[in-house]
């Protein structure tokens, strides 16, 4: 049993960092998106962990999209709105979490559609000037554990 924990605790630690993007103190986990598309657009969601000091989201690019854009999704006057979100705050020592019906990244002008099983690049730019490259799996539900949706409102995400 001993000789078998060595072995288990490496496997675990394999798939912790394959399922993680690391930049210096900058990480992301649980990054997905779901189908969509060619042309529309998609929502990706994620955690950003900050384990250094504060640091700001500024931008973001990926190969597959005209456009990436932080969005903000919330209640306005008993209606959900939605708005863009230049520059996103990461408190030192802290985490953001982009997830159905709040924070979101908008993948915008897909240049091809998104099916179950791609990977979907997707490169973080910070004030700080650290780059983090995530990789969107696409999947119909977000990983175990991830906050549950709410919709997506205000997008045609999917076009299903």
């Known amino acids: 049993m001993t000789r078998m924990l060595p072995v288990t605790l490496a496997a675990l630690s394999a798939a912790l960092l394959a399922s993680a993007a690391v930049a210096g103190p900058l990480a992301a986990k649980d990054a997905w998106t779901r189908p969509a598309a060619a042309g529309g657009t998609a929502a990706g969601y994620l955690t950003l962990v900050n384990r250094g000091g504060p640091d700001l989201l500024v931008g973001a690019d990926s190969p597959l999209a005209q456009r990436v854009e932080a969005h903000a999704s919330g209640m306005a006057g008993g209606m959900m709105q939605m708005s863009a979100e230049p520059a996103v705050p990461i408190p030192a020592g802290g985490e953001v979490v982009f997830a159905p019906g709040g924070r979101h990244l908008m993948l915008i002008g897909l240049k091809r559609a998104l099916r179950i ?16 490259a995530v990789d ?13 949706s709410m919709g997506h409102m205000g997008h045609m995400e999917g076009m299903r």
């Open 117 to 132: 099983g791609d990977h979907v690049p997707v490169t973080l730019r910070f004030r700080s000037g650290a780059r983090l």
């Open 136 to 148: 969107l799996a696409v999947r119909t539900t977000g990983p175990a554990g991830a906050p549950k």
